[in-house]
């Protein structure tokens, strides 16, 4: 049962991944710390006996956590104490065979981290045989000083944890005008700390979504709208031009469904584009924004909700079923 760092499935890479992003504040066990889901129609845990990877999803074998925030050493998730989280879900999580990716900042928070002791501190909190990676979520709040720290001590993690990958999650847009817009100031000022720093084993994961109002110096444009799947592809393709980033070192995270922007939603057909590409091109990895959300809601509300997907005639776990059909897993 691995989507995870293997050796790929169904035309895989070798090391690819598929892991869907898992909001744990959404229906979390506030008592236990357990991560849980009402994505089936009843509150269930991730993992575990009677939960949503035993009884439904069997084959989804990656999950990536959702999202620590603070200080490396001292974070938190949700305001629930990074150890009190860890010692809830980590060993369930390693015990069911799923393997997972601890994902820090967000759009809500920020992750900062400024000596080894302490990354090593936090990485081995959540370490377990089933951790293959970190990912930095980085949308704003920090300093460009703060993030060339950040950018050090995943260096030095590198060093110490040879096995794990080590992702930055970066709003993009996807300009098809040959501009080859893609990063924001934002993602160029971590770029300059990756290359800075002789950083050699990351990705940069893009947020393929929300781009704003469609236009070719932003996404690729089909009948007036920002085409879902044809912008995500544009997006990985300007980025490998601009900074040099190869294909094998980008991942892709669209936001299945109604976006925030209500312009642009991410269809199962879109599923099929990406996931095609994501094996032609030899693509580090495809995640989803979010888990949760894998469900339609029970009426169109026309905002993007935490908890469906705003995308009337879908069923619950269509999106991470295409998703795995696609990628053989």
């Not at 603070?70 to 949700?78: D, F, K």
């Not at 994902?103 to 959540?126: E, K, L, N, W």
């Not at 720093?197 to 089909?222: F, P, R, W």
Request: proline share 4%.
């Amino acid at each position: 049962m691995s989507s995870g760092s293997g050796s790929g499935g169904g035309g895989t890479p070798a090391g690819f991944i598929f892991s869907p992003y898992k909001d744990i504040t959404v229906n979390l066990n506030w008592n236990t710390n357990v991560m849980s889901t009402k994505v089936t129609g009843s509150l269930i845990p991730v993992v575990g006996s009677g939960s949503l990877i035993s009884d439904y999803e069997p084959n989804l074998g990656a999950i990536t956590l959702a999202f620590a925030t603070g200080t490396c050493g001292s974070e938190n998730w949700g305001g629930v104490p990074g150890a009190d989280f860890a010692s809830a879900n980590v060993s369930a999580l390693d015990s069911a065979g799923v393997d997972y990716i601890v994902s820090t900042g967000g759009q809500a928070g920020t992750f900062s981290c400024s000596d080894p002791s302490s990354m090593v501190q936090f990485i081995q909190r959540y370490y377990s045989p089933h951790m293959v990676g970190v990912d930095f979520d980085i949308e704003g709040g920090q300093t460009a000083s703060q993030l060339n720290a950040l950018v050090q001590q995943v260096a030095y993690a590198e060093t110490q944890y040879p096995n794990l990958r080590f992702s930055f999650t970066l709003a993009t847009l996807a300009a098809s005008d040959g501009s080859y817009g893609g990063l924001n100031s934002l993602g160029d000022t971590v770029m300059q700390a990756i290359q800075s720093n002789g950083l050699q084993h990351y990705t940069i994961n893009l947020m393929v979504m929300d781009y704003g109002a469609a236009g070719s110096n932003i996404c690729v444009v089909v009948n007036g709208a920002c085409d879902m799947g044809q912008s995500a592809i544009q997006a990985a393709k300007n980025l490998e031009h601009t900074y040099g980033v190869p294909a094998s070192q980008i991942e892709l995270t669209p936001m299945i469904g109604l976006n925030d922007n209500t312009s642009e939603v991410f269809t199962t057909g879109n599923v099929d584009t990406v996931a095609n590409y994501a094996k032609s091109a030899g693509l580090a990895g495809v995640h989803f924004w979010s888990l949760d959300r894998d469900t339609p809601c029970a009426s169109n509300s026309g905002y993007a909700s935490p908890t469906c997907n705003s995308v009337s005639g879908t069923t619950s776990l269509e999106y991470t079923n295409r998703f795995l059909q696609d990628f053989g897993l």
